[in-house]
């Protein structure tokens, strides 16, 4: 499935910028000059990453309309490579909707609005901005590209349906493009849209051209349709900034277009709503004078203001009632799967959950702490592991939004405890958690170490559920 993705036009596309035609090799020289002092100013160190686990999702909580279910609704979001103009791009598409009342102008700054963001020029935390079409209501989610906050990506990316994958043209396809494209097929995005950023910096219409090719042989790779998949070329920036630059318009134009595709490519899934309530717990906050709420897009299932509900994972099973539901600051009586909602919650006090529990109608879900699970070890060229690893090797295992430590070792029976498991390998193996999460059979989750993701599983047979402490 994950076949080396080394690809002769990536080669060309290489070469292509050595060539010296001048007024090409002059915009790639100041491109890569710009991004190699932009990238060794983020490799200044700043707080470790773990201390940002779990930074709350930014949405508020009050003054809350009536949320209107008119339009089929779709959880959307930009990911993509470092820098490559993902949150640019997010403004860029309030501004243009603004002006046919579908958005409110939502600002750079409004969206990466934490001190250390606005510091590094970078995304840290996943932020969620909402718009609406002729045709749909979308939530949207602005992930971070940085390696280092990739849980944030993850996290994020577990409530989308579809996306946006913003490529820079200066740049081409990236490492976090390569990694952000495997992490969406496993969170289980199956239709992405692209976007070819940045193109007010390239003059030569072949390189654009290079830039989509390799693009679509990267979607085939990673298991998307490279064929059919809208490639839409464009400025953010002079979206935001309303250049248009040319008779078509590399701004306004092509963020009209990007949109259109996206309502006509990327599907509303079919939603599980006569299953159980599911509701994993994306972030938490808490309102003066009215209580906790957890965010996080519904899985399955609907709900009413005044239902019960239980809170599992980690240790916890705490019934309380859902007391007021909000979608993007409107109310609701009623949550249904698909919603990126906000649940407030009677009697819960903000330190008593967080991120990786999940909300779920009362005694419909168990929380394990065990399981057997169908594992692909990514090879090296797909940006795993260089060397193989044995039992008791304790990666970090992400699946909907928990991220927790897990020691994999072989099942009973196993002839060859001491066997290796080589980068590249299919192997079935057992999965402890240190806490226990709130997953089931069949659930996907991703295995990263140092920085890296090493590898992609299913589970499959639940051995062991947690206890309540
Ligand atoms: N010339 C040009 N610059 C752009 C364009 N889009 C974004 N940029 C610039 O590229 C830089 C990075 O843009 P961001 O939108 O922060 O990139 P990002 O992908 O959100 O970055 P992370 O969230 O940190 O991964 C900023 O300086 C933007 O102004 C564009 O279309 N043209
Ligand atoms: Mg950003």
Known sequence: MFAASRLPVQACLKSAARVPRVPLARTVATAATRSTLLNAARRAPIASPSSLRYLPVKRAYSDAKVYSRSKPHLNIGTIGHVDHGKTTLT????????????????????????PEEKARGITINAAHVEYETTNRHYSHIDCPGHADYIKNMITGAASMDGAIIVVSATDGQMPQTREHLLLARQVGIKRLVVFINKIDQIDDPEMLELVEMEIRDLLATYGFDGEATPIIMGSALAALEGREDGPEGIGRARILKLVQECDQWLEVPQRDLDKPFYMPIEGVFSIPGRGTVATGKAERGTIKKGDEVEIIGFGQRMKTVLTGIEMHHKELDRGEAGDNMGALLRGIKREQIHRGQAIIAPGSMKSIKKFVASLYVLSKDEGGRHHPFMAN???????????????????????????????GDNVEMVCSLVHDVPLEVGFRFTLRESNKTVGTGVITQILEEGTIA
């Open 91 to 114: 403004a860029a598409i309030t501004k243009v909707l603004a002006e046919s009342g579908g958005a409110s102008f939502i600002d750079y700054a409004q969206i990466d609005k934490a």
């Open 393 to 423: 090797y304790r990666p970090q295992m992400f699946s909907q939004t928990c991220d927790v430590t897990c020691a994999l070792t072989w099942p009973e029976g196993v002839e060859d405890a001491s066997k290796m498991v080589m980068p």
